[in-house]
Each structure stands twice: as C-alpha cells, then as structure tokens.
C-alpha cells in the first residue's frame, strides 16, 4: 500500500517548495493540488465563466479535461485539455481566480477523485486546503503548514520580484489575507487543520529549518 501524507495549510506558507524538497529526500511523489484549481480557473477566464456555482460552471467542467502528469526530472505538470499550463497558472490574476472557483461544489467534487486516485498508485506528499480534512483523511501523516500572514507575504513578494514582476509588499499582503479569507470562509472544505494533525508554524524558521522540520514529522509518523 502506498504511503500518504497530507500537507494542507494557508497561501504563501512555502508548503510547495517545502514539501518538493522533503519528497525528493523522501523518494516520495510530490502532489500540488492547488495546480488543479488554478487550472480550472484559467479554463474559466479563458471562456469568460464567472467563478461562482453555476450551470456555466458545471458546462464548463463537461468539456474540459484536467489531468496531472510529470516530466522527465519529476516535476508536476499539469494539463488543460492536453496543453501544459504549468506555466500560465501562476500569475497573482490566475491565483485570485483559483481561490474563487475552488469554493464551488461541482469543482471541488470534480477534482476529488483525480487526487484520491494519485494516492492509491504512489507514495505522495500531497499539498492542497482540504487534503486530510476531505480529500484524503486516513493520511497515514497530516500536517498543517503555517506562517504569519506577514511572513508569507514577504516570502511571496520575494519570489514575485525575482521573476521580474512590478508588485508592492502591500498589494501582496492584502492578497494574503484575502485568500486567507476566502479559503477559511467557504461552505465546502474550508481550510482548517484536520484532527489528529501535527501544526508546523515556519514564521520563525529558514527554508532548510523547514524542510528538516517536515522530514523529522513525516519520520516520526509513519
Ligand atoms: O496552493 P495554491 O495557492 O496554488 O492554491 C490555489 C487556490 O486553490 C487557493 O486559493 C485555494 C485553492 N485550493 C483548494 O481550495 N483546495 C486545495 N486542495 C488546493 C488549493
């Protein structure tokens, strides 16, 4: 059987290059479901669909096709309809859609058996909101990843800006917390730690702190 370990937590609290790292020492598949809604969401702005439930929605959900796959160095890339998006879900406008369409029920329900399929054919780290409350909660390992809103902020700003893109620190905080919001205040899965998870909160830790934290957790637990 394989082995699952849910890793949930809040926008910006480093869990996918955290928890990339912790699979490649680990040997484990690195699973990063946000990729999935942020794909949803790019399939809806491309055709104009408002992120709110809707026959629309679920129109749009009929046609389209998602999958996950990897590349040759074991990185995630995530398909729409075949084209690889990798690359195109990462904008701050991509991220504030994703939050958006993935309070919708039909989305959530459409992308459940995609992940829970992952986890029955390899060993994964998987990284989402809902991992170990919904999608996957007999995780052998849950572990909830956090941070301050503006110690994500900062890190997210960070990044932003070494890929070149014009931002300012307050406009990324105030998405921290927007998302924050929205994905803490939905009616279906929101985000909250799961029971019997273990909280890691890296406000206070480095990148290789974290990473080390993580692989201690999972160690300790399975
Ligand atoms: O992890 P991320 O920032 O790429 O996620 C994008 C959005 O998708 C985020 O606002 C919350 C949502 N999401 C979710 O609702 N459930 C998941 N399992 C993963 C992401």
Known sequence: MSVVIALDGPAGAGKSSIAKKAAKALDYIYVDTGALYRTIGLAASRENVEPKPSKEVEELLDKINVDLTFNSLGEQVVLLDGEDVSGEIRTPEASMMASK?????????????????????????????????????????????????????????????EKGMDVKYEDVLNDVIQRDYNDTHRDVAPLKPADGCVIVDTTELDFEQSVDKIISVIKENI
């Open 101 to 161: 369409i993935s309070a919708v029920p039909a989305v959530r329900a459409y992308l459940l058996d995609l992940q829970r399929n992952m986890a029955k054919t390899h060993n994964v780290i998987m990284d989402g909101r809902d991992i170990g409350t919904v999608v996957l909660p007999n995780a052998k390992v849950k572990i909830f990843l956090t941070a301050s809103p503006e110690a994500r902020a900062q890190r997210r700003y960070k990044e932003l800006c």
